[in-house]
């Protein structure tokens, strides 16, 4: 067992970047059923910075109230190093990576040389791939995978009343709007892995990257518009999502399907009835 301090990024109040201290903390506490991870990489999604300034994106109402001091961060990689009684299958000195306590309406405490993590949340590291890679994928990965190939929960959508259903990708014309990002990359290469065609919508600096990940067409978005250009769409993934994803509703097939992985701010749901698209997010 590791001695009682560690380092940590903590932030004893919301704001931006600059609230992050870099300080000592107390190691967490092993609880039943979870396991302690000595952290090795972390990766950065957008709900860290959403937790960092205090929510400022949702509705004040669904605001968590949040214990300080906060430790941020989901996304982890790195090396068992104590195990509950209660825990089997996982031993001190496993590579292990993991999403862990999301969605936690709280600090999920990744950011630190320590985290304990429920079992239930981590999984053996791949061999091949590196901590840096493996603490990369989880949330995005997840999302692009709960989108794309399955929900994998019954948890409501407060946003929409049906369940979200992914849609068929074989042979199917997929566009995805911000295709270089952690998401998007990783919704290209679910497409291209299924059988689609994918138009990939990046900034021209990151062509190169989306045609190794398989995308067969390329919209530079600083130069085009791609809801000027792209016709006859089956799926668009919106990697970008919010108040500007309507503008996609004109690129899709009746029949065809928009997937906002930010869905606050989408307000033409009554034109997409219209021109038989469906909307959905997790
Ligand atoms: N629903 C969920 O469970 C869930 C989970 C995770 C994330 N999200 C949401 O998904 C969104 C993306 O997350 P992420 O982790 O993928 O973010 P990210 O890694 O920061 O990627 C964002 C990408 O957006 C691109 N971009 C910026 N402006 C653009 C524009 N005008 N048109 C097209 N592309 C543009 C950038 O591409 P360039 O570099 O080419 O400029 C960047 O690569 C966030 O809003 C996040 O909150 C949702």
């Known amino acids: 067992m590791p001695a009682s301090t560690m ?16 300080e000592d903390a107390p190691i967490p506490e092993l609880m039943s059923g979870e396991v302690l991870v000595r952290v090795r990489a972390i990766g950065v999604n957008p709900p860290d910075w959403y937790l960092r300034d205090g929510y400022r994106m949702l509705p004040p109402e669904w605001r968590p109230e949040v214990p300080f001091p906060v430790i941020l961060g989901t996304d982890v990689s790195g090396v068992v190093a104590a195990v509950a009684d209660d825990v089997a299958g996982f031993a001190i000195g496993d590579e292990v990576y993991s999403m862990v306590r999301f969605p936690s309406f709280g600090p999920s405490k990744a950011y630190a040389e320590y985290v304990s993590v429920p079992a ?25 995978w709960q989108f794309m190939i399955e929900l994998g929960h ?9 369940r979200h259903q992914p849609v068929p990708l074989a042979g199917k014309t997929v566009l995805v709007n911000g295709a ?6 990783f919704a290209v290469q679910i497409a291209k892995l299924k059988g689609a065609d ?17 995308a067969a067409d390329f919209i530079d978005y600083t130069k085009t518009p791609p ?11 919106d990697a970008l999502g919010g108040p500007t994803t309507g503008r996609f509703l004109r690129t899709l097939k009746r029949g065809g399907a928009l997937f906002p992985i930010f869905p606050l701010g989408f307000t033409d749901a009554g034109d997409a009835e219209k021109l038989g698209v469906t909307v959905s997010a997790t």
């Open 120 to 144: 239930s949340e981590m999984a053996p590291k791949p061999a091949g791939i590196d901590h840096p890679h493996a603490a990369g994928a989880p949330m995005s990965l997840l999302t692009a």
């Open 180 to 185: 270089a990002g952690g998401v998007g990359h």
């Open 227 to 237: 809801e000027d250009v792209a016709r006859d769409i089956d799926l668009v993934i």
């Open 198 to 214: 994918v138009i990939a919508v990046v900034s021209g600096k990151h062509e190169s990257l989306l045609r190794d990940l398989g």
């Open 7 to 22: 380092k940590a990024v903590r932030q004893h109040a919301f704001g931006g970047p600059e609230v992050l201290r870099y």
């Open 154 to 162: 019954d948890e409501p959508n407060p946003l929409q009343p049906n």
